[in-house]
């Protein structure tokens, strides 16, 4: 269904608790079997998103991510659990949920052959926008990416960043209640990024409820209002940004850079009150520590007492990635735990 | 140590192996391609036409039927072909008392050939034949197998061969059927292909999240995939037409041919959307299509009249689009018959797409699994 005008959403600050919630997830599980093996993608997932909200999605590759979007856009029915979007089922009503979401999987999925302009028509014909307002509406969205001047060239000549962009505004034509975007920015550069985080951000002021997905720390952090932390099929965390860093026990990092560490030294910063963990990794020490711009003279002090030169000295919030190594023991990338790692704190965490 | 240049060529050797044999389907489909031209096209081509239906009559007046006319008739329907074990009955013959009638029921396409015996007071006492020459191997089929009554008869009868449709050569007779065969390609490579290429490349990942029917895809589909076989087959018969030399015998018959055309691209673009509907890669389309592109074409009759094949392969023309195509341009282009004998290919033609996009619809999947 088509909506003209913007729906008018009452729009709390992202994450309160008196903003109503557009999709429930209630003990959600996808299991895929195949002969030789069965994998369960999805594994007893239950939460909530609320209206208006960019709600993100961080786990590494293959954690699960793609697959929940997946069952919440209708492409795939869920081994067992409910999901409802803005109250239709997703097993029962996917025709009424299909006409209130907009979506941009993770490939691009528009016709490479056919112009920017064509595209947009042949999905604004889709999701049945009236034809009266279509033109004007492709015209719109194609300002809004920047692409008004490529309107009519095969995508098939535009960046990877142009295309994204396009296939964004592409899931947006008919003024969805609810945007899901799969790795939006995945393979873009930076410039690209900021153009596309951009974008997303003033469709969210659109009273438009955004779910992302994407496996880059900073993507999360500077666009979503919560962030729920997938790993194995698992929600093993969910908040906002400013609850998730009080997670872990250590409130800042202090990072200090030598030529040589004394092993005297590293055992005393142990000792010093607040210190809660302290990582030599070549040239370089990590300490973590609660109210750490307290902690530094006395840390200084070690150093001097100690003749290890200081080369350089920084102090830090824990990022998102910190918190998520603390959480799962590896990085978003690099991904060097297996299954084992999942429960427990990570190399970072309290000694 | 292995030299390099052999240690490269033995790792692509060993990667060519091993995706082949991850493959069993494809290996399957390799195999049964030269088993389906040996037991098809084997029998297809080189099978002996029996129980072609002639009609026989006997010449009037006088009202009674002659020894010649009775004795022949006889023989006629039991001379068989074929080695002793399996011996198949030639020529079926029917028994007319109205010589008109019996060449009505030849023009309409029930009978191949009508022969009449000539009566008592005949001048030449000559037997006339009338045949029904569109295919090449039927005329003189029946003219042997009168020869060979009449000589055991002992009667000394010349025979006049009349071919109602004159001298039609086997390049005329094979044009109609390549018709068909440049739909099937048209509409394999366009409706067909386009369906599983855009599944391949997600494209379809993009609007099943949109609220489009199955319906609506796949009668999308059919509609641009017939489009596209129409043009193909309009073009090539027009080609054929100049390469074989028929020659249309009215605007009526040219309507005629692009209405079979564009039905016969509706059946077969059904066919192949509805198979196209469950692939979701090209490789394993592709055989497929293949293979149906060999059944479809040898079973349709284009290289040799279906009447020659067993009874088993008989069946399968009788759920080919292309039989009907075949049948109803061969009725239109060299038989110059019209809508009377030609509605029955057009029913089957509609019912067999009516069935084909039921069956698109129905096992398209909706979602990714």
Known sequence: MYNATSQEVPLGENGTEETPAIIRIDHLTKVFSSKTKTVTAVNDVSFEVK????????????????????????????????????????????????????VCPQNYTSDLELTAY??????????????????????????????????????????????????????????????FLDEPTIGLDPEARREVWQQIMMLNKEHT???????????????????????????????????????????????????????????????????????VVEHNVTISATNGSQVIPSILTVFEKYEVPIISISIRSPSLEDIFIYLTGKGLDGGNGDGNEISGPGRRGPP | MMPGILKSGVAIFRRDIKKFLSNPFIIIMTLLMPIMYLVVFGNAMGGTLTHIPVGVVQEVPPYNDTLLFTSAAYQLNHISQGSQSDAEKLLDVTIYTDEAQAKRDLADGKLSAVIVFPSLVSNDNAVRVYVDSSDSVTPSLVEGAINQVLQGLGAKNPIIVDKIYGDIKYIQFFGVGVIMMAIFSATS????????????????????????????????????????????????????????????????????????????????????????????????????????????????????????????????TLINPEYYGVHALRSILLRDQGLSVIGIDLIALLLFSMAMIILGVVTYRRTLE
């Not at chain 1, 042949?122 to 034809?131: E, H, I, R, T, W």
């Not at chain 1, 800042?252 to 092993?263: F, K, R, S, T, Y």
């Not at chain 2, 609220?211 to 489009?227: C, E, F, L, N």
């Not at chain 2, 673009?269 to 490789?283: I, K, M, N, P, Y």
């Open chain 1, 51 to 102: 209206r208006g909200e960019i709600f993100g999605l961080l786990g590494s590759n293959g954690a699960g991510k793609s697959t929940l979007i997946r069952i919440l856009t209708t492409l795939l029915s869920p081994t067992s659990g409910q999901a409802f979007v803005d109250d239709y089922d997703i097993t029962k009503d996917q025709e009424k949920i299909r006409s209130i979401i907009g």
């Open chain 1, 118 to 179: 064509d595209n947009l028509e042949f999905y604004g014909k889709l999701q049945n926008v009236p034809d009266s307002l279509l033109p004007d509406r492709i015209m719109e969205l194609l300002k809004m990416a920047g692409l008004a001047d490529r309107a009519y060239m095969p995508v098939g000549t535009f960046s990877g960043g142009m295309k994204r962009k396009l296939e964004i505004v592409r899931a947006f034509i008919h003024r969805p209640l609810i945007l």
């Open chain 1, 209 to 279: 409820t955004i779910i992302l997905t994407t496996h880059y720390m900073d993507e999360a952090e500077k666009l979503c209002g919560r962030i729920t932390f997938v790993e194995h099929g698992r929600i093993i965390a969910l908040d906002t940004m400013e609850n998730l860093r009080k997670l872990i026990p250590a409130g800042d990092l202090i990072e200090i850079g030598v030529n040589h560490m004394d092993p005297r030294a590293e055992e005393a910063i142990r000792k010093v009150d607040l210190v809660n963990a302290v990582t």
């Open chain 2, 189 to 316: 490579f366009g409706g067909g292909l386009a369906l599983i290429k855009d599944r391949e490349n997600g494209i379809h990942e993009g609007y099943l999240v949109t609220p489009i029917k199955r319906t609506s895809i796949i009668m999308g589909i059919i509609a641009s995939g017939t489009v596209r076989a129409f043009i193909a087959g309009f073009t090539i018969f027009w080609i054929d037409l100049l390469v074989t030399g028929i020659i249309l015998q009215s605007f009526q018959d040219f309507l005629l041919v692009l209405l079979v055309i564009f039905i016969a691209c509706v059946g077969v673009t059904s066919l192949v959307v509805s198979f196209a509907s469950r692939f979701s890669a090209q490789q394993e389309y592709q055989s497929v299509i293949a293979f149906f592109n060999l059944i479809l074409f040898m079973t349709s009759g284009a290289f040799y009249p279906v009447i020659g094949m067993p009874g088993w392969l008989r069946w399968i």
